[in-house]
């Protein structure tokens, strides 16, 4: 297979920069996605190194190889689009095998390559059959074997499971991950649907107005974002942010949010010092809050708003000052709308971020 290097590439719409000044590296065999709100870029970087969108900026690599201008068909690469491209008047057999007849490939050994993909999306038994008496999931199968088949250095899949229902996608993402993990190819997969990112990529590149904000695995990117964006657009519930402000009580640095004082760690101590007497905001996950029926010491009284049973916890919405913030519980703590609660902070579980900014701080 191969590496793939994007080297400052930039990419303009007559003023609009969609693409601007990025740099990324795509190790061998590594799947890599793209993830970012509509509008971010990442489908036009992903053509760029498809090749279907040149580069205005820049260089791209595959191989060691500098492809920035190549067409397509030179740069050795397969693509599976969102909608799935295949032809209707053809047989699944024939779909998985058109770009093999176009590069002119010996029919025997065209055979066994579309067998063999064909049995790797567990298709086999559908090579006679058209497109339009199969399913969307088995049709996106068919799209997949039609790239696997190429045998290509390079995978690039844009928003590939985005027409499926919420059951099949989860199951192509599992058979997605399989077989992209038993084929070995390097793969760049481009998604807004951050579920997908984390549970399928090697490392996630989050992108924003056409600059990557992080590149990193993808349990890095969810537990210490480097800032509020990549904090606030990962998981599901996304990152809370809740207002504070830093100060000194007898000579002892802490953070007051509503009428609580939380300490923070050691570690952080010199970096808010910095920040005495300005905001500052708390970032932590639904999930790594304490919830109490009862009052506890350094427990924030708050109110529930909304409950929303989720089967494996519930969803409480509680207010916290000018914040409404999501937190999350088991489903067998109990609890009603109107109900008061007591939330405690883990120090370790804390992201501060400066409100100027938006970076979180990191000693």
Same mark, same amino acid.
């Given at each position: 297979?191969?590496?793939?290097?994007?080297?400052?590439?930039?990419?303009?719409?007559?003023?609009?920069?969609?693409?601007?000044d &990025?740099?990324?590296?795509?190790?061998?065999?590594?799947? &890599?996605?793209?993830?970012?709100?509509?509008?971010?870029?990442?489908?036009?970087?992903l @053509?760029?190194? /498809?090749?279907?969108?040149? /580069?205005?900026?820049?260089?791209?690599?595959?191989?060691?190889?500098?492809?920035?201008?190549?067409?397509?068909?030179?740069?050795?690469?397969?693509?599976?689009?969102?909608?799935?491209a295949?032809?209707?008047?053809?047989?699944?057999?024939?779909?998985?095998?058109?770009?093999?007849?176009m590069?002119?490939?010996?029919?025997?050994?065209?055979?066994?390559?579309?067998?063999?993909?064909?049995?790797?999306?567990?298709?086999?038994e559908?090579?006679?059959?058209?497109?339009?008496?199969?399913?969307?999931?088995?049709? %996106?199968?068919?799209?997949?074997? @039609?790239?696997?088949?190429?045998?290509?250095?390079?995978?690039?899949?844009?928003?590939?499971?985005?027409?499926?229902?919420?059951?099949?996608?989860?199951?192509?993402?599992?058979?997605?991950?399989?077989?992209?993990?038993?084929?070995?190819?390097?793969?760049?997969?481009?998604?807004?649907?951050?579920?997908?990112?984390l549970?399928?990529?090697?490392?996630?590149?989050?992108?924003?107005d056409?600059?990557? %904000? %992080?590149?990193?695995?993808?349990? &890095?990117?969810?537990? @210490?974002?480097?800032?509020?964006?990549?904090?606030?657009f990962?998981?599901?519930?996304?990152?809370?942010?809740i207002?504070?402000?830093?100060?000194?009580?007898?000579?002892?640095?802490t953070?007051?949010?509503?009428?609580?004082?939380?300490?923070?760690?050691?570690?952080?101590?010199?970096?808010?010092?910095?920040?005495?007497?300005?905001?500052?905001?708390?970032?932590?996950?639904a999930e790594?809050?304490?919830?109490?029926d009862?009052?506890?010491?350094?427990?924030?009284?708050?109110?529930v708003?909304?409950?929303?049973?989720?089967?494996?916890?519930?969803?409480?919405?509680?207010?916290?000052?000018?914040?409404?913030?999501?937190? /999350?519980?088991?489903?067998?703590?109990? &609890?009603? /709308?109107? %109900?008061?609660?007591?939330?405690?902070?883990?120090?370790?579980?804390?992201?501060?971020?400066?409100?100027?900014t938006?970076?979180?701080?990191?000693?």
């Amino acid at each position: 297979m191969a590496e793939i290097r994007i080297e400052r590439v930039t990419k303009r719409f007559g003023d609009f920069v969609a693409v601007n000044d &990025v740099t990324l590296t795509v190790q061998d065999q590594e799947f &890599v996605v793209l993830l970012g709100p509509s509008g971010c870029g990442k489908t036009t970087l992903l @053509r760029a190194v /498809a090749g279907l969108g040149m /580069a205005d900026e820049g260089r791209i690599l595959i191989d060691g190889r500098d492809v920035t201008y190549l067409p397509p068909r030179d740069r050795n690469i397969s693509m599976v689009f969102q909608s799935y491209a295949i032809f209707p008047h053809m047989k699944v057999y024939d779909n998985i095998a058109f770009g093999l007849k176009m590069h002119k490939v010996d029919r025997a050994e065209m055979e066994r390559r579309v067998r063999q993909a064909a049995e790797l999306l567990h298709i086999e038994e559908l090579l006679d059959r058209f497109p339009s008496n199969l399913s969307g999931g088995q049709r %996106q199968r068919v799209a997949v074997a @039609r790239a696997i088949a190429m045998q290509s250095k390079v995978l690039l899949m844009d928003e590939p499971l985005s027409n499926l229902d919420a059951l099949l996608r989860l199951e192509m993402r599992a058979e997605l991950k399989r077989l992209l993990r038993e084929i070995g190819a390097t793969t760049i997969y481009v998604t807004h649907d951050q579920i997908e990112a984390l549970s399928m990529g090697d490392r996630i590149a989050v992108m924003r107005d056409g600059t990557i %904000q %992080q590149y990193d695995r993808p349990t &890095v990117v969810y537990d @210490r974002p480097v800032n509020r964006f990549v904090g606030g657009f990962i998981g599901n519930p996304p990152m809370n942010f809740i207002h504070g402000q830093v100060a000194q009580m007898d000579g002892v640095l802490t953070v007051r949010v509503g009428h609580l004082h939380v300490r923070p760690e050691e570690e952080m101590i010199p970096l808010l010092g910095g920040h005495v007497g300005r905001p500052v905001l708390l970032g932590i996950r639904a999930e790594n809050m304490e919830v109490f029926d009862r009052p506890v010491e350094e427990g924030l009284k708050v109110r529930v708003l909304v409950v929303e049973p989720l089967g494996s916890q519930n969803l409480l919405t509680v207010r916290i000052g000018q914040d409404t913030i999501k937190v /999350a519980t088991h489903p067998s703590f109990q &609890v009603q /709308a109107d %109900q008061e609660i007591w939330l405690r902070f883990p120090p370790d579980k804390i992201r501060w971020v400066d409100p100027d900014t938006e970076q979180v701080l990191y000693p």
